[in-house]
C-alpha cells in the first residue's frame, strides 16, 4: 500500500522487543493486583449490585443499596487493610500507570466514605422508590472506580480515563430520573459542557506528549525543564490541561454548569457530585501541580508551575482563578431560592477556597516535611462531612414539605428541632466559624496562602466569606426565626442517628483537629517530577 | 511536487471543507455526511502519517460507529424538518471569532514555533507492535476500558429504554 | 510532508470544532463539533508519535476512538431520553432550569 511508504511511528521496535522490555511481565502484573485490591472490589461490585437487581422485585428497590453499600464497605476494609504506604513503600502499579502512595490511599477512602454516606440517601429518596435501581448503584460504583484513578494516575492516559470514567458514569446518574424534565435537562447540559471540556484538555495533553515524549507525568515534569518550547506555547498548553481540572471541580471559568446540573440532578446524587466528585477533582490537580512544580535534576531549574522557566508567576495565575471562583459562587448564591441552587453556587466558592489551598501548594513543593497540599486535603475531609449532612437534612426536609425551595425551611426550629440543629451546625461550617471543622480547615487554608505571599487573595477569601454569611444566615434565620406552616414530626431513630454521625465529625475536627493533621502531614506521595 | 504532498493536500482538504460545512450548514442530514467527510480524511491522513491501524480503526468506529448513531439521533428526534436554525438566538459573533481568531492564531503561530524536525523511517505495521503494547505497558487503561464501556452502555441503555413500565411518563 | 503541516491541520479541525460549538445550538450538531475537536487532538497525538518515532501516542488515539464512541452513546442515550419529554433539540431552548 503505497500510503505506508511514509515515516512509521515505531522507532523499528517489533512486537517481540516490545515484551521483552518487561521480563516479569506476568509475574509482575500478579504481585500489582495484590495493591489493586479494593479496585478489584469495586469491578466486581458493579456487575453483582446490577445481578442482584436482576433477581429481586420493581418494588424491592433497596435491596441493591444494601448491596452497593456491602461492597462500599469491602473496598474500604480492603484499603485499611492495605494500609497507608510508608515513603519507602510508595511506587508505581502496572508500569507506572498509577501510583501507590499514601495520598492516594487517604483519597480513596475519603471518596469510598462520600459515596457510603450517599447510598443510604439514595435508598430513603422518595423519587428513586420503586424503580429498577441496580444500573444506578452501578453507575455510582463505576463512577467511583474512575475516582481512584483519578487519585492515583500518573499517566497522562490514566489522567484521562479516569476524568472520562468518572464524567460519563456521571452523565447518565444526573438523567436518571427518566420521566423528570428538570433531570433530563439537567444530564443534556452535563454532557455537552463536560464533553467540550474533555475535549479541551486532551488537546493540551497531546501537546505535552509532542513537547516532551512521555506520558508519564514525572517524565513529562523533567522534560519539560530542558525543552526549548516558546513559553507562549506551554502557557496555552497548561491553561488547555487545567480546562479539564476546573470542569471536574467547577471553578472559574468553567463553572457555569453546576448550578443547572445540580439541580436537575436526584439530591443525593447533586450530593455525591458536590462532593466526592469535586474531591477526586482536586486530587488530580495537585497531583499535576506537584509533578510540575518540583525541584529539576540540577534542583535549581523549576518547571511549569513555579514559573522559572516561563518567567511566569504560576501561583498568581492560580490565585487570580481562585479569587474569581469563590467571589462569583458567593455573589451568585445571594440571590438563589432553590436550596440546591444554593449549596451548588455555595460549593463553587468552596471550590475557591480549596483553590486557594492549591495555589499555596507550589511553593512548598519540596520542602521537607511538609507538604503543601496539608490543607487542602483537611478542608476536603471537613467539607464532605459539612456538605453532605446538609444535602442529607435538606433531603429530608424536601421529602415532608415536597419542595425543593428554601420557604420549605421556615419554622424548622420548632418542627424538627433535630435537623434543624444539625443544619444550623453545617452551616456555621460552611461559613466557616468556630467551633466547627470549617473554621479550622478554613484558617489552615488561609494561613498557607498568606505564608506565601498570597496577600491580596487571602483578603478577597475573608472578604468574600463576610459575604457568603448573609445567605448562609438566611436559612438559620428562615429555620429559627420565621414561622412555617405544617405539624412539627418525629424523626425515625436511623435519621437521627444519621444526623449526629454527620455531626459528630464536624465538631470533632473543630476542636481536635491535631491527629487528623498529623496523619495528613504523614501521608507519603509518589512522583515529585 | 511529490505524490505524498498531492495526497497530504487532498486528504487536509477533504478534512477541512466538510469542516467549515458542518460549521455553517443548515440541513442536519448533511452535516452529517459531511462529518462522514472529515473523518474519512482524517482517517487518510492517519495512513499518511504510518499509522494503518489508527486509520482503519477510524473508519470502523467514527464512522461505521459514531456517524451512523449520529444518524440514528436525527431520525429518532425529528419533529421538525431537518433544517436547523443555525445560529443561537443572540449569537455573540464578532467577539467569538475575534477570541477564535486570536487563539487560532496563537495555537498555530506557537505550534509552529516549537521547532519540531523531520525524523526519517522504515515503513513498519503498526497493528501487532500496538497490540503488544496494549498488552504489556497499557494493560491497566485496556482493563479499565473494558468496565467503563460496560458499565456505561448499560446505563446508557437503561436511560434510553423507554420507561412507560415503570409509570415515568 | 513536514510535521508542521499536520500540526496546522489538526489544529484547524480542532478549532472548526470549537467555533461550531461556540455558534451553534442544535445538541447533535454540538456533539459533531465535540467529535471535530476530538479528532483534532487526536491528529495531534498521531502526528508527535511519528515526530517522536513511538507508539504511545498511537496507544492514546487508540483509547480516544473507544472513548469518543461510549460518550456518543451516553449523549444519544440522554437526547433520546430529554425529546421524549420536550421534543426540542436545542440548547436555548430547554429553559426548565433557569441559568
Redesign the interface.
Known amino acids: 500500500m503505497f500510503f505506508l511508504q511514509t515515516v512509521a511511528p515505531t522507532g523499528g521496535v517489533t512486537s517481540n522487543e516490545v515484551f521483552d522490555r518487561y521480563p516479569d511481565l506476568v509475574s509482575s502484573i500478579g504481585t500489582d493486583m495484590g495493591a489493586f485490591l479494593p479496585e478489584l472490589v469495586l469491578c466486581l461490585g458493579i456487575v453483582w449490585v446490577i445481578f442482584v437487581d436482576l433477581f429481586s422485585k420493581r418494588q424491592d428497590s433497596r435491596r441493591p443499596g444494601w448491596h452497593a453499600l456491602g461492597v462500599l464497605g469491602l473496598s474500604l476494609l480492603t484499603l485499611v487493610l492495605g494500609g497507608f504506604p510508608s515513603a519507602e513503600e510508595a511506587g508505581s502499579l502496572f508500569h507506572g500507570m498509577v501510583v501507590r502512595d499514601g495520598f492516594a490511599v487517604f483519597m480513596k477512602l475519603l471518596l469510598t466514605i462520600g459515596t457510603a454516606i450517599c447510598v443510604p440517601m439514595v435508598m430513603s429518596h422518595k423519587d428513586l422508590q420503586g424503580r429498577r435501581m441496580g444500573e444506578f448503584y452501578g453507575l455510582l460504583l463505576g463512577s467511583l472506580l474512575g475516582m481512584y484513578m483519578m487519585a492515583s494516575a500518573r499517566n497522562l492516559l490514566m489522567f484521562f480515563m479516569g476524568i472520562e470514567f468518572a464524567s460519563y458514569t456521571s452523565y447518565l446518574l444526573t438523567g436518571y430520573l427518566k420521566g423528570d424534565r428538570k433531570a433530563a435537562e439537567g444530564g443534556v447540559k452535563y454532557v455537552i459542557y463536560g464533553s467540550v471540556a474533555s475535549g479541551i484538555m486532551v488537546y493540551g495533553l497531546s501537546i505535552l506528549y509532542g513537547l516532551t515524549g512521555s506520558l508519564d507525568v514525572g517524565a513529562v515534569a523533567q522534560a519539560l525543564i530542558v525543552t526549548k518550547a516558546s513559553p507562549s506555547l506551554l502557557i496555552i498548553t497548561a491553561l488547555l490541561c487545567f480546562a479539564g481540572f476546573a470542569y471536574k471541580i467547577s471553578a472559574f471559568p468553567l463553572h457555569f454548569w453546576a448550578p443547572d446540573v445540580y439541580e436537575g440532578a436526584p439530591m443525593p446524587f447533586t450530593a455525591f457530585l458536590s462532593v466526592v466528585s469535586k474531591a477526586a477533582g482536586f486530587a488530580i490537580l495537585i497531583r499535576f501541580v506537584v509533578a510540575f512544580g518540583a525541584p529539576g535534576a540540577d534542583g535549581q531549574a523549576l518547571t511549569l508551575a513555579s514559573g522559572k522557566v516561563l518567567d511566569l508567576d504560576w501561583p498568581q495565575i492560580l490565585a487570580v482563578l481562585a479569587m474569581f471562583t469563590m467571589t462569583i459562587g458567593n455573589l451568585a448564591a445571594l440571590w438563589q431560592n432553590n436550596f440546591k441552587r444554593l449549596l451548588a453556587y455555595s460549593s463553587i466558592a468552596h471550590a475557591g477556597y480549596l483553590l486557594m489551598g492549591v495555589a499555596a501548594v507550589v511553593p512548598r513543593i519540596g520542602a521537607e516535611g511538609d507538604p503543601g497540599w496539608q490543607p487542602v486535603l483537611f478542608y476536603l475531609v471537613v467539607y464532605l462531612f459539612m456538605n453532605l449532612g446538609a444535602f442529607y437534612i435538606a433531603q429530608i426536609v424536601a421529602a415532608r414539605t415536597g419542595t425543593e425551595e428554601l420557604p420549605g425551611f421556615a419554622g424548622l426550629g420548632k418542627r424538627a428541632p433535630v435537623l434543624a440543629v444539625g443544619l444550623f451546625l453545617f452551616m456555621i461550617s460552611l461559613i466557616g466559624l468556630p467551633p466547627t471543622g470549617g473554621f479550622t480547615g478554613k484558617w489552615q487554608l488561609l494561613k498557607a496562602a498568606w505564608e506565601n505571599g498570597l496577600h491580596t487573595l487571602v483578603l478577597v477569601a475573608v472578604t468574600n466569606t463576610v459575604i457568603s454569611v448573609y445567605y448562609y444566615a438566611r436559612i438559620i434565620k428562615l429555620m429559627f426565626l420565621d414561622q412555617g406552616d405544617g405539624e412539627g414530626y418525629v424523626l425515625p431513630v436511623g435519621q437521627r442517628t444519621a444526623v449526629v454521625l454527620m455531626v459528630v465529625p464536624i465538631l470533632w475536627l473543630g476542636l481536635f483537629m491535631d491527629s487528623t493533621v498529623h496523619l495528613i502531614r504523614s501521608l507519603s506521595f509518589a512522583v515529585i517530577g | 511536487m511529490n505524490?505524498?504532498?498531492v495526497?497530504?493536500w487532498a486528504m487536509?482538504t477533504l478534512?477541512?471543507v466538510p469542516?467549515?460545512a458542518?460549521?455553517f450548514s443548515r440541513n442536519?442530514v448533511h452535516?452529517?455526511f459531511w462529518?462522514l467527510g472529515?473523518?474519512m480524511g482524517?482517517s487518510?491522513?492517519?495512513?499518511?502519517?504510518?499509522?494503518?491501524?489508527?486509520g482503519m480503526?477510524?473508519i470502523f468506529?467514527?464512522i461505521g460507529?459514531?456517524n451512523v448513531?449520529?444518524l440514528?439521533?436525527?431520525m429518532?428526534?425529528r419533529?421538525e424538518p431537518v433544517y436547523?436554525?443555525?445560529?443561537?438566538?443572540r449569537?455573540k459573533?464578532a467577539p467569538?471569532l475575534i477570541i477564535?481568531a486570536f487563539?487560532?492564531f496563537?495555537?498555530?503561530?506557537?505550534?509552529?514555533?516549537?521547532?519540531?524536525?523531520?525524523?526519517?523511517?522504515?515503513?513498519?505495521?503498526?497493528a501487532?507492535?500496538?497490540?503488544?503494547?496494549?498488552l504489556?505497558?497499557?494493560?491497566?487503561?485496556f482493563e479499565?476500558?473494558s468496565?467503563?464501556?460496560?458499565?456505561?452502555?448499560?446505563?446508557?441503555?437503561?436511560?434510553?429504554r423507554?420507561?412507560s413500565r415503570?409509570?415515568?411518563? | 510532508m513536514q510535521t508542521q503541516a499536520y500540526l496546522v491541520v489538526a489544529t484547524l479541525i480542532f478549532l472548526i470544532g470549537a467555533m461550531g460549538f461556540l455558534i451553534r445550538r442544535n445538541i447533535l450538531v454540538l456533539f459533531m463539533s465535540i467529535e471535530l475537536m476530538l479528532n483534532g487532538a487526536a491528529m495531534l497525538f498521531v502526528t508527535f508519535s511519528r515526530q517522536l518515532r513511538q507508539m504511545d501516542g498511537h496507544v492514546f488515539v487508540f483509547f480516544i476512538i473507544a472513548l469518543a464512541a461510549a460518550e456518543a452513546a451516553v449523549g444519544l442515550s440522554i437526547l433520546i431520553a430529554i425529546f421524549r419529554l420536550k421534543h426540542r433539540v436545542n440548547v436555548d431552548e430547554l429553559t426548565e432550569l433557569k441559568g
Do not use: H
Open positions: 505524490w505524498e504532498a495526497v497530504f487536509a478534512v477541512l469542516a467549515f458542518i460549521v442536519i452535516m452529517a462529518l472529515t473523518l482524517v487518510g491522513l492517519y495512513l499518511l502519517l504510518g499509522a494503518d491501524f489508527l480503526t477510524q468506529v467514527y460507529g459514531i448513531l449520529l440514528f439521533g436525527i429518532l428526534t419533529s436547523v436554525r443555525r445560529l443561537a438566538k449569537p459573533l467569538g477564535g487563539t487560532a496563537t495555537l498555530v503561530s506557537a505550534l509552529l514555533g516549537a521547532g519540531w524536525r523531520n525524523v526519517p523511517g522504515e515503513p513498519t505495521e503498526t501487532g507492535i500496538l497490540g503488544a503494547f496494549l504489556s505497558e497499557y494493560i491497566l487503561p479499565i476500558i468496565v467503563l464501556l460496560l458499565v456505561v452502555l448499560i446505563g446508557a441503555a437503561y436511560i434510553a423507554r420507561g415503570e409509570g415515568a411518563e
